[in-house]
């Protein structure tokens, strides 16, 4: 009894700050720990900083004011004529914003000979009336780039330029986009599947009213996006980017991944402090925060030598390694494994599953140790992710499963460009135009 009262009151204490529970879970009145410790550092900008301000620019339009006619003094005439530049202020504003309607006009004429002839339209212009890329490329950028609610959006392009858009039309630009940017996104995902480094995560995606999965393979220059109705590895072998990858494969330590053989595995270590932090408020042993201490340490160390141009030697990393070896040692001597008299395996506590797991993954949690290029965390997969919980969550849910997908196509490629410089507007007008951005390697 004691020990299931122990099991259930660490269950109560978990929240965000020390577990891998979403921060939704923790409700209004909890107060979660930050895992971020103080720097020490003055509020505001640093001593050194090299500020900036508001600068003056080339003006659109200038405006001179008058002077009086005559001396406020002895009412003497002023001599205008010789009146000299004193002090310039600009205002920076925006003009009054109007959509603009081209009109285009094919002629005919007839030949003596009795043959018509008439010119042609551009290839596309072939309504009546159409709206053109610019203005749906801003539909598709507030819709699926900025997560505004399709009628939001619509009144947001009325009340900015006069132009009245129904919900409707804005959804409907929405397959349109997905179409102009898919070989995009395919170009994405190739690369994604050659780079040598690769984030990888996933997260529950309310889609037709049932649960599916948002799977996220991103780094520093990509992003992609894919959604499915399951989770494990039948999707990720669907998608195709994470099998038969040589490369390093950043990711939470969930089960599927690990069947990923080709890949060489490195964990996110965000995970596994805040799971070290819950044993750390949960229980008086001193190796959770031994660990942590040495985890944090490591990092800094590795980021100053990286600052410096300088590279661990393999003693450096045997070092480190012994640490983290000794610190798991002591763990297990104060949590050894519960045996099953009955055979199978006997459920264990938390600090067992975590020392197991420090154990079987050492190389993987290290690996940013050993490989520069390796982050500590898995940070840019969830900073991914946060777009389409974002989406989500104004939304409600996906109604359609090829909605998800004309989501995850455009996001892909506004996420990857953004990240390569491109300006996401300018990368959906030129998708509209039929000339899309490619994504660099």
């Not at 530049?85 to 309607?101: F, G, K, L, S």
């Not at 001597?333 to 197991?356: C, F, H, M, T, Y």
Request: aromatic share 6%; glycine share 6%; with cysteine.
């Amino acid at each position: 009894m004691l020990a299931r009262v122990e099991t259930l009151e660490a269950q109560l204490r978990k929240n965000s700050s020390n577990s891998s529970k979403p921060p939704s879970s923790d409700g209004l009145l909890k107060k979660t720990r930050s895992l971020r410790e103080p720097s020490g550092k003055l509020p505001g900008a640093q001593v050194g900083r090299k500020g900036t301000t508001l600068r003056q620019a080339v003006p659109t339009e200038v405006i001179s004011h008058p002077l009086p006619e005559r001396c406020e003094q002895c009412c003497a005439a002023l001599p205008l004529e010789s009146a000299q530049v004193w002090c310039r202020r600009q205002v920076i504003d925006i003009p009054v914003a109007a959509y603009e309607v081209v009109e285009h006009v094919a002629l005919a004429v007839t030949c003596r000979c009795g043959q018509l002839h008439t010119s042609a339209f551009p290839a596309d212009v072939n309504e009546a009336v159409q709206y053109g890329p610019k203005v749906r490329a801003l539909g598709v950028h507030l819709t699926q780039g900025q997560m505004l609610p399709y009628a939001r959006a619509a009144d947001l392009i009325e009340d900015m330029y006069g132009l009245a858009i129904s919900p409707g039309t804005l959804l409907a630009w929405v397959p349109e986009a997905r179409a102009a940017l898919q070989p995009t996104a395919d170009q994405i995902a190739c690369q994604l599947s050659a780079a040598h480094l690769v984030h990888a995560d996933e997260s529950g995606l309310r889609v037709a009213g049932k649960l599916h999965w948002l799977h996220i393979a991103a780094n520093d220059t990509h992003t992609w996006y894919g959604v499915h109705a399951k989770r494990g590895l039948d999707a990720i072998e669907e998608h195709g980017i994470l099998p038969n990858r040589t490369g390093v494969l950043v990711h939470d330590c969930w089960a599927p991944y690990w069947r990923l053989d080709d890949s060489i595995h490195a964990l996110c270590n965000a995970h596994l402090l805040r799971e070290l932090l819950h044993l750390t408020e949960t229980t008086s042993q001193s190796w959770p925060q031994a660990m942590s201490d040495f985890l944090l340490t490591a990092d800094k160390l590795r980021v100053a030598a990286r600052d410096q141009q300088i590279v661990f030697s393999d003693n450096d990393v045997r070092a480190f390694r012994t640490v983290y070896d000794n610190i798991v040692s002591e763990g297990e001597l104060l949590n050894p494994e519960i045996a099953n008299a009955k055979g199978g395996r006997a459920k264990q506590s938390d600090a067992v599953n975590l020392l197991r797991r420090f154990r079987l993954h050492a190389d993987a949690v290290m690996r940013f140790v050993s490989d520069f290029a390796v982050p500590f965390t898995n940070n840019v997969a969830e900073r991914a992710v946060r777009m389409p919980k974002v989406k989500q969550k104004i939304s409600g849910c996906f109604r359609t499963l090829a909605g998800a997908e004309h989501f995850c196509v455009i996001r892909s490629c506004l996420d990857t460009l953004r990240k390569q410089g491109h300006n996401m507007l300018a990368v959906l007008q030129r998708a509209f135009v039929g000339a899309p951005i490619p994504s660099v390697a």
